[in-house]
């Protein structure tokens, strides 16, 4: 079976600095995605990044880059100059080729002025 | 934006009654999915869809049923209400299952069980 951990419940971050969100996941199958979303107040799912199993290099999309390691079973969420409006929960995600998407319980994100 | 929406928004409801939630998609897409959202707990699964009337259950599934009788329509129906289902209930699509393959989510719907 698959399972998420996200064991960061709360994290603060000041404006302009980076902030890593930790994940790490447990599946046998060597065929699978992981995959970052933002979830502000208003609550809605914002997909962020993905990153697949046997892709070579980390993924990157603006200011977020997915720190993947996969002998640890680890795929940490990097925002770099962390911006008021980036505070918010933050769930991370797998995928198993055939299989549903699980989650993890999220870290809420603040940003300090 | 994917074309998802959820009906209602927000529903206050009393113990013992049957409610039932609506995901509309305009996205054509095979495969669409019920998730509650709980603290603590992140997104779990309830209920997914892999065709018309092709549904299956998620990891928490008991006192929830679906339905899907066209490809842009999935509802779940709480049959009698308990407050343990208070909740934020999403729907999500997808394209097809591979590992690539992200989740769409619609706007979420606040179930208050009272």
């Known amino acids: 079976a698959q399972k998420i951990t996200q064991t960061q419940p709360g994290m603060f971050v000041q404006e302009k600095e980076a902030v890593t969100l930790d994940c790490t996941y447990d599946t046998s199958d060597p065929s699978y995605g992981l995959f970052w979303y933002k979830q502000p107040s208003s609550g809605e799912m914002i997909f962020l990044i993905y990153?697949?199993?046997?892709?070579?290099q980390n993924a990157t999309e603006g200011r977020y880059s997915l720190n993947f390691q996969k002998a640890r079973k680890s795929a940490n969420l990097v925002i770099s100059a962390s911006q008021l409006g980036d505070s918010a929960m933050y769930f991370c995600?797998?995928?198993?080729?055939?299989?549903?998407?699980?989650f993890g319980a999220g870290t809420r994100l603040t940003v300090k002025p | 934006d994917a074309g998802i929406t959820q009906s209602p928004r927000h529903k206050v409801t009393e113990t013992g009654t049957p409610v039932t939630l609506r995901c509309h998609q305009t996205e054509n897409h095979r495969y669409m999915y019920w998730y509650r959202q709980d603290p603590g707990h992140g997104l779990r699964l309830i209920h997914y869809?892999?065709?018309?009337?092709?549904?299956d259950k998620g990891e928490v599934s008991d006192g929830y049923s679906v339905s899907r009788s066209k490809t842009e329509d999935f509802l779940l129906t709480l049959e009698s209400a308990t407050s343990s289902q208070t909740s934020v209930y999403f729907c999500?699509?997808?394209?097809?299952?591979?590992?690539?393959?992200?989740?769409?989510f619609g706007q979420g719907t606040r179930l208050t069980v009272v």
């Open positions: 995600a797998m995928r198993v080729v055939n299989n549903d998407m699980r």
């Open positions: 990153q697949g199993s046997y892709d070579q």
């Open positions: 999500a699509i997808s394209e097809d299952t591979g590992g690539n393959t992200e989740a769409f």
């Open positions: 869809s892999y065709g018309v009337k092709d549904t």
